[in-house]
């Protein structure tokens, strides 16, 4: 166990449907990053936020949204889905910024767009 | 295309072989991770090289960063079983992009018994 959660864990919805995925990091860490995972793609860095403070960001589309909240928790907001969408997401959670802090995974939303 | 090239893609062996992944780009990295996943799972950090040249040693497993902090190799020695699952390289900067996680395809290995 991580230590990072994500709910939830499983998701099917239809295209042009919004969805929202939540994150909630170990305790004490600052910095999260979302992920997506497709069989195609790999793992592809979507956007990371640095307490409450967006740091970086990779390959977003703009129909795609992030925050994190006061309580370090956060939220990646998926609109206007379509069937490529269809991935596992995957926040992880590091205590700083330094690019020797460990990354910790969580286990993933998988969401189906059908 | 991918910014970090892993290779092999597929790797299947017998148990007590040992096995090299290659993890190639021609971007330079602040520091360099390698992560192992199972199935349905998140990936878990093995290790984090920040220097050129580094070797560092965990069990088995042997990692490398190359001298231009460029490319990485992981050297399993005597696999075993436990060993299986999906290996990913992950970049981190270029100093540029500070932050910014490049991840390779990843290689599937597969110890047989």
């Known amino acids: 166990d991580s230590g990072v959660t994500q709910t939830p864990k499983h998701l099917i919805t239809a295209t042009g449907q919004r969805v929202t995925l939540r994150c909630s990091p170990r305790s004490g860490d600052l910095s999260v990053y979302w992920y997506q995972q497709s069989l195609d793609q790999g793992l592809q860095f979507l956007i990371q936020?640095?307490?409450?403070?967006?740091?970086a960001k990779g390959n977003i589309l703009e129909r795609f949204s992030a925050q994190q909240f006061p309580d370090l928790h956060s939220e990646l907001n998926l609109s206007s889905l379509e069937l490529g969408d269809s991935a596992l997401y995957f926040c992880?959670?590091?205590?700083?910024?330094?690019?020797?802090?460990?990354?910790?995974f969580g286990p993933g939303t998988r969401l189906t767009v059908l | 295309t991918q910014l970090l090239e892993q290779s092999p893609q597929f790797l299947s062996i017998q148990e007590g072989e040992n096995l090299t992944v290659y993890c190639n780009s021609s971007?330079?990295?602040?520091?360099l991770q390698w992560y192992r996943q199972e199935p349905g799972e998140g990936p878990v950090l093995l290790v984090t090289v920040v220097t050129g040249g580094e070797v560092k040693k965990l069990k088995r497993l042997t990692f490398q960063f190359g001298d231009a902090r460029k490319d990485s190799s992981l050297h399993i020695t005597a696999a075993q079983p436990g060993d299986t699952g999906l290996y990913l390289c992950?970049?981190?900067?270029?100093?540029?992009?500070?932050?910014?996680?490049?991840f390779g395809s990843g290689t599937k290995l597969n110890v047989k018994p």
């Open positions: 936020y640095y307490n409450g403070e967006e740091r």
């Open positions: 992880a959670s590091k205590s700083g910024s330094s690019g020797t802090d460990t990354q910790y």
């Open positions: 971007s330079v990295f602040s520091s």
């Open positions: 992950a970049g981190e900067g270029p100093p540029s992009n500070f932050n910014k996680f490049y």
